[in-house]
């Protein structure tokens, strides 16, 4: 058993899961917590004829069953498997992970903004200290599978790719110590200047960006500067670029760890509609790993 693992073996939880055992045991705890008011939500709404603790009795325990959804997101196997690993059905293994998903998404906020978006003043006041930094901006894509519908696949064709594909935007602090916004699951051919300005409108006026060559026209972001025809580059442009290629290396490193976890890097799998919900709390995961999200006991 995985769990049982890991409870022998805690310095490899990383590898396993993709966060620290110590984060681990601290999101448990927070998603027990979870698990008990929604029960107990349940329990007072509903008319019961049998006495609590009756009918089937579950096969994992919380923890296990924490730890199955966050080895899916980490790993990506078939359910069949998961519940080979588990010692499961492949339904009930498909049951437990979309029933945790919510409840982990709703604990591990993705996003700085999304953090503090419940309290207008912290919400305000974060924006205006953005303004001291230089944002990064990367977008990425992931593949999915082919729509039967004609029209439909279109849509999701992305002509860099050569391949059908969700289009996200992530969008971090220098040296990449968090992740601050991140726009997720658009279609594939979505132009990067586009979503970057529908994210734009979060910030303040002023803010200052850093992104690549697809970035450019738009406000307030630094781009590369871009070679013209039959024309050379000067040196001090050379040299621009260089510095900001270094800066930029950042935001890259914040998405090699999303794609630490195979849900968010190989081909997307389940229902679409279920996708920004995962690829957010996959987002949360990584600030928890990094250590921008702290998960208080």
Known sequence: MVFDYI????????????????????????ALQRHQGIKAKQESQKIRINAAGGGRKELLVIQEQICLCLFYLRQMPTFQVLGMMFGISKTEANDTFHYWIPILRDILPASLLEQVSNNESDLLFIQEVLTNFRLLVDSLEQPIHRHSDQQEQQKYFSGKKR????KSLMIGIPEGKDIVEVEVGVPGPTADINLFRKSQKKFDKAQPFSGDKGFQGGENITTPHKRKPKRELTQQQKDENKALSSNRIFIEHLI?????????????RLKLDTYEQIILTVCGLVRLRIGSLVLTT
């Open 256 to 268: 090699r760890l999303l794609k630490i976890f195979r849900v968010a890097s190989q081909r997307f």
């Open 163 to 166: 391949q059908h594909t969700l």
């Open 7 to 30: 409870q022998k073996y805690p310095l490899r939880t990383k590898q396993i899961l993709g966060i620290s055992y110590e984060q681990l045991q601290l999101l448990l705890n927070r």
